[in-house]
């Protein structure tokens, strides 16, 4: 098995504090910033940051839907780490000071892909179509946080 990896970044335009803020809250902005590719969104317990527990379904194409059970813990440097319950998948969302008072903030995701020829596809297609689900999570990510 091969490690698969999707990285995707974006220019926020709100202060450090405010979008790691906004990525903690998983009871009410996480819901706001979540594509169409997410459902069934319930917090299972916590709901701000370290110790919240989050069930999703991540409908990475129509007939591949992934369910996941988050547990969301951080780092020293305060990174968010969200780890799947259900897979090896493992997301971090870091938030550094970018020009202007803005936000630099990477979404970095890996896990285990599958061998053989079914493993070959998934390292080629799955990355751009989760870096694409990405994209439009940063996008209403930044419409939330200057709205508020």
Same mark, same amino acid.
């Given at each position: 098995?091969?490690?698969?990896?999707?990285?995707?970044?974006?220019? !926020? +335009?709100?202060?450090?504090?405010?979008?790691?803020?906004?990525?903690?809250? #998983?009871?009410?902005?996480?819901?706001? !910033?979540?594509?169409? +590719? #997410?459902?069934? #969104?319930?917090?299972?317990?916590?709901?701000?940051?370290?110790?919240?527990?989050? +069930?999703?379904?991540?409908?990475?194409?129509?007939? $591949?839907?992934?369910?996941?059970?988050?547990?969301?813990?951080?780092?020293?440097?305060?990174?968010?780490?969200?780890?799947?319950?259900?897979?090896?998948?493992?997301?971090?969302?870091?938030?550094?000071?970018?020009?202007?008072? $803005?936000?630099?903030?990477?979404? +970095?995701?890996?896990?285990?892909?599958?061998?053989? !020829?079914?493993?070959?596809?998934?390292?080629?297609?799955?990355?751009?179509?989760?870096?694409?689900?990405?994209?439009?999570?940063?996008?209403?990510?930044?419409s939330v946080v200057q709205s508020s």
């Amino acid at each position: 098995m091969a490690q698969v990896t999707v990285t995707a970044r974006r220019e !926020i +335009h709100a202060p450090v504090e405010r979008v790691r803020a906004a990525l903690a809250d #998983y009871q009410t902005t996480r819901p706001k !910033i979540l594509t169409e +590719h #997410y459902s069934d #969104y319930q917090v299972q317990s916590g709901g701000q940051g370290v110790g919240t527990r989050v +069930h999703w379904k991540l409908a990475a194409t129509e007939k $591949r839907v992934r369910e996941q059970l988050v547990e969301v813990s951080e780092t020293d440097s305060g990174v968010l780490v969200e780890s799947d319950q259900n897979s090896s998948m493992v997301t971090t969302w870091t938030v550094q000071p970018a020009d202007g008072g $803005r936000s630099a903030v990477e979404v +970095h995701t890996t896990w285990s892909g599958a061998g053989g !020829i079914g493993g070959f596809f998934e390292r080629t297609f799955a990355p751009p179509g989760l870096r694409r689900i990405y994209d439009g999570v940063l996008s209403n990510l930044d419409s939330v946080v200057q709205s508020s």
